[in-house]
């Protein structure tokens, strides 16, 4: 990680502080850097924060696990085979080496194996004895796995509370006379002030008419006072990382708590441990709790999709068993009703078989967790030091006036570790203090290689009261278009989540100082200069050039800086500047050198003149022009064949600019190099050939440079002669591929599904021949796949920034719409931003080709095309759908695959959060007749159209 520091000596002085102070706790005796080195080498030039969302594993955990499996045989657990005696055995093994890591025994708890703390909390929900008159009462911090389980205790009659930490240590009646409680059953919307003797309101979410008819008091719904109630509650909150005490278990169940006094019948507790146990030690001999539910990925990462569902023996009568499957049954008969369950509880519950060669991994991830670590109560330590440091750093954080730059969200100061773990959550803040939205820090999170979380990390309750969002505010904000999961992080200025950051038993100081010099580069306002077009509107971008300088503050230490300054000047004087040597080097075919220069009206007009002599007589173009033989007169397709649903008013410019069309590139392989012509012909999903391809990898997911850099070097190009699309990359031999797609490879092409955002479609597998060449050249297994052409997708967005799927316009394996305009004149004024903010210089060419944009237009004012609603390209006429929202991908260098923090950078400051750059577009084939655009063509755009 040391390529990541702005110097040894920031890392070596803030290390030496941080271990005066936290020596004792941090780095399991100084094993931590080895350990980083030998078995996470993977997770070298990252900075991996998630921890609470998954943990990773250790090679020596995956070596070990795969050494048992090539030794030994391991059966079906429901045969009498050797090897299903072997299976069985290790089985029952772990489940004793289960309960010993949590301090206890066989002869105390059962475990029952399910597909994680969520399959738990279902087993658990639809196992436990509701009846009329029983309470399912939670903390409002609480994951909604848990919230879940009040939908079937409604149905089954029970009644719901939802409590604050306060009001339920409000009811305690541990030190006297009962207290007042409150039991909230809609924030801000129905609140009941209730003494002890008060009954229980019976207006709760969820509630049937039916169920509304009930008596409110639990006395009076049931005499026979053998109701089962339930209280549920996390050991520790994903959202902030309290704890909370695990000895309310025992409370609650001898009803040391108001809440559960006055109520018949008997309390039971589950404690979903999921977040608590990966970096905690769980003791269950001295918590009480009847149910346990957790995830063993979360402890030592592997395997997924298993987890437990522990239970104290005295509460397993509370459990009953309706659906029955494979293995549980000791006798049964198919027709009729006779079922005999098996005794004992797992055997049970334990539906069909297990997946026993995951749960056999788990000896390896404790094993090797006790080895690395010495055991839980050590890496609670590590991982507190690290999130107390955060917490300290954090806090400390000012900007030039004065005003914090981050409000951290937590029930505690970090000075205990009995009450808070290794989660840091919290927001940021500009010096004016507004809100920095989480998606803007997500962008530039993942730009630095930093891997952290943002939402609200499924605890609404948590969520909401940290944020101070009401219910009332919550159902807007989904009205307003929020959903879980999405970039909309801030509704009229306030957030709807917030960042989180976890640590793991393997995570470093290096690690925690890294993201603090993030924090500090990036969202430290240092000056009282405005910072750029946002002009601390949160996301409110100007559109008519970015005229200030933006005072951005991050360093970019360690980047590649261009020496050659010359890429960055601009011929103005002409809309088609001279190909940079980047160009050149990057593979991409031009037209030949003697049109490189000149007026302007003198390049359209012999570029036209060659295109008519030379089609008039019947032949092809050049070498470099191959693509390009596509009759002039094809493009005559009249403007009256536009349709609209509706009469609109359109106001064309008036402007006495000329726009031109300087560029035209194709990308015939999604996410790999451009293919630049100077002629093309349209088709119903936008350029013809453009992103008709895709390379996937050996489980069909489909591959971008996100995932894999290298794909841009490798150079597509089509030739309509030969009727083959040739792939080209440095040190491999051209690959052909026909674009006749009954002639691709050796055999009939295969039929094959994969994903592109968010689509399902089907395509063509090419052949044998492209995947081992795609293989070879990107070091991994991986295939090439061409769209099926019935395989349809309509466009993804509109100009309002919304979806839209109006099924008027299809989409090639493009993202979202069928074309991408970028202007010249905005370039340049960016490129003029980042090389006034910044150390680092981007060629002109370079940073066109970074933004893979389909129609390259020069002349006119820097970011004007964002109000453009419609605009004519010589005579074929586009539809704008907004604007184009940008990722960590324009700072991938198209040339060398090598990546940079800028454009990413500097559009964040000077265009908003949703860092749009070009605009989308789409075009309307009303005519059948083939049609096509050219280099030189004018470009007239129509201001926003109203209706």
């Not at 603090?516 to 008519?544: H, I, M, R, W």
Request: aromatic share 8%; glycine share 8%; proline share 3%.
């Amino acid at each position: 990680m040391a390529d990541k520091w702005r110097n040894v000596e920031h890392r070596q002085r803030k290390k030496a502080d941080f271990l005066k102070n936290c020596g004792k706790l941090y780095g399991y005796g100084g094993r931590i850097d080895k350990m980083q080195e030998e078995e996470f080498d993977r997770l070298k030039g990252m900075v991996y924060l998630d921890h609470t969302g998954t943990t990773h594993y250790a090679q020596s955990q995956l070596d070990a696990y795969m050494k048992d499996l090539q030794t030994n045989v391991y059966g079906n657990p429901h045969t009498r085979s050797a090897s299903s005696r072997l299976t069985t055995d290790t089985i029952d093994q772990l489940r004793f080496r289960i309960l010993q890591h949590f301090n206890t025994s066989i002869e105390h708890h059962s475990v029952i194996f399910t597909s994680g703390c969520t399959g738990a909390l279902k087993l658990l929900a639809e196992s436990f004895t509701w009846e009329d008159g029983s309470i399912f009462s939670y903390l409002e911090d609480n994951h909604t796995s848990v919230l879940g389980v009040r939908e079937v205790a409604v149905k089954e009659g029970a009644k719901i509370m939802c409590v604050l930490e306060q009001e339920l240590l409000g009811c305690s009646n541990g030190k006297g006379s009962p207290q007042s409680k409150t039991i909230t059953a809609e924030k801000n919307s129905s609140i009941e002030n209730c003494t002890a003797n008060n009954s229980i309101p019976s207006h709760f979410p969820g509630k049937t008419h039916k169920e509304s008819e009930r008596s409110n008091s639990v006395n009076a719904t049931s005499t026979s006072g053998r109701q089962s109630h339930l209280f549920a509650y996390a050991a520790m909150c994903n959202f902030s990382g309290r704890k909370f005490p695990l000895d309310w278990c025992r409370k609650i169940k001898r009803k040391q708590f108001s809440l559960c006094e006055e109520s018949e019948g008997k309390w039971y507790t589950c404690l979903d441990a999921a977040s608590y146990v990966s970096t905690n030690p769980l003791d269950l001999s001295s918590c009480e709790a009847d149910f346990v539910t957790l995830s063993f990925y979360k402890i030592f990462g592997f395997p997924t999709g298993l987890g437990a569902l522990i239970v104290r023996k005295d509460a397993e009568d509370n459990l009953r068993k309706t659906y029955f499957g494979g293995g549980t049954a000791l006798a049964v008969t198919s027709n009729g009703r006779f079922y005999v369950p098996r005794p004992i509880l797992h055997d049970r519950f334990e539906d069909g078989t297990l997946p026993f060669l995951d749960i056999i991994a788990l000896r390896h991830g404790f094993d090797t967790l006790e080895k690395l670590t010495g055991g839980m109560l050590q890496v609670s330590q590590h991982t507190f030091s690290l999130a107390q440091y955060v917490y300290l750093q954090l806090t400390s954080l000012m900007h030039h006036n004065g005003q914090p730059v981050a409000v951290v969200y937590a029930d505690t100061d970090f000075d205990d570790i009995t009450t808070q773990g290794a989660i840091v959550n919290f927001n940021l803040l500009r010096a004016n203090g507004d809100f920095v939205g989480y998606s803007e820090v997500d962008k530039l999170a993942a730009l630095h290689d930093i891997h952290l979380r943002t939402g609200c990390f499924c605890n609404s309750g948590a969520c909401s009261r940290h944020l101070g969002l009401s219910n009332q505010q919550i159902r807007e904000n989904y009205q307003a278009g929020h959903v879980c999961g999405d970039d909309k992080d801030l509704i009229s200025g306030q957030p709807t989540g917030s960042v989180r950051i976890s640590f793991g038993y393997m995570s470093t100081f290096e690690d925690a100082q890294f993201f603090l010099d993030f924090v500090q580069e990036c969202f430290v306002e240092k000056s009282p200069k405005t910072t750029g077009a946002v002009n601390g509107q949160n996301g409110q971008y100007c559109n008519k050039g970015l005229t200030s300088k933006v005072n951005v503050q991050c360093t970019n230490e360690g980047l590649d800086i261009e020496d050659d300054k010359k890429g960055t000047e601009e011929d103005t004087s002409s809309i088609f500047p001279k190909t940079s040597a980047t160009l050149q080097s990057s593979g991409l075919k031009h037209g030949r050198k003697d049109q490189a220069d000149g007026p302007q009206e003198d390049h359209r007009d012999s570029f036209k003149k060659e295109i008519e002599e030379k089609s008039s007589k019947g032949q092809g173009l050049d070498s470099s022009y191959q693509s390009l033989a596509v009759r002039d007169s094809e493009r005559n397709v009249p403007q009256s064949t536009w349709r609209k649903e509706k009469p609109t008013e359109i106001r064309e410019l008036k402007d006495p600019v000329q726009r031109y069309l300087t560029n035209i590139f194709l990308y015939p392989v999604k996410s790999c190099g451009a293919f630049e012509v100077k002629s093309w012909q349209l088709s119903a999903r936008g350029l013809m050939y453009d992103r008709e391809w895709m390379v996937v990898n050996e489980s069909g997911v489909c591959l971008s440079q996100k995932r894999e850099p290298k794909l841009c070097l490798v150079r597509p190009a089509i030739y309509l002669t030969e009727g083959v699309l040739q792939l080209s990359a440095e040190g491999m031999k051209p690959l052909d591929v026909p674009l006749n797609a009954a002639k691709i490879g050796d055999v009939e092409a295969s039929m094959c599904q994969s994903k592109v955002c968010g689509d399902r479609i089907t395509g063509l597998d090419c052949g044998n021949e492209a995947a081992d060449w795609l293989t070879i050249f990107l070091g991994r297994p991986c295939r090439l796949v061409r769209q099926n052409p019935d395989s349809d997708r309509d466009c993804k967005v509109n100009r309002d920034g919304g979806n839209s799927a109006d099924g008027k316009f299809s989409l090639s394996l493009a993202n979202e719409s069928q074309c991408l305009l970028i202007s010249r004149p905005s370039v340049r004024e960016l490129q003029q931003q980042i090389t006034a903010n910044s150390n680092m210089a981007i060629p002109t060419e370079d940073l066109v080709l970074r933004f893979r944009g389909n129609l390259v237009i020069d002349s006119g004012q820097p970011f004007e095309e964002d109000d453009w609603s419609e605009l004519m390209i010589g005579q074929q006429q586009f539809q704008s759908r907004g604007l184009c929202s940008r990722c960590q991908m324009v700072c991938l260098d198209q040339a060398t695959a090598q990546r940079s923090k800028e454009p990413l950078m500097t559009l964040l400051r000077v265009r908003g959060k949703k860092v749009p750059f070009g605009i989308h577009l789409v075009h309307n084939m009303a005519d059948t007749q083939p049609c096509c655009i050219q280099v030189g063509d004018e470009v007239t755009p129509v201001t926003m159209a109203t209706v």
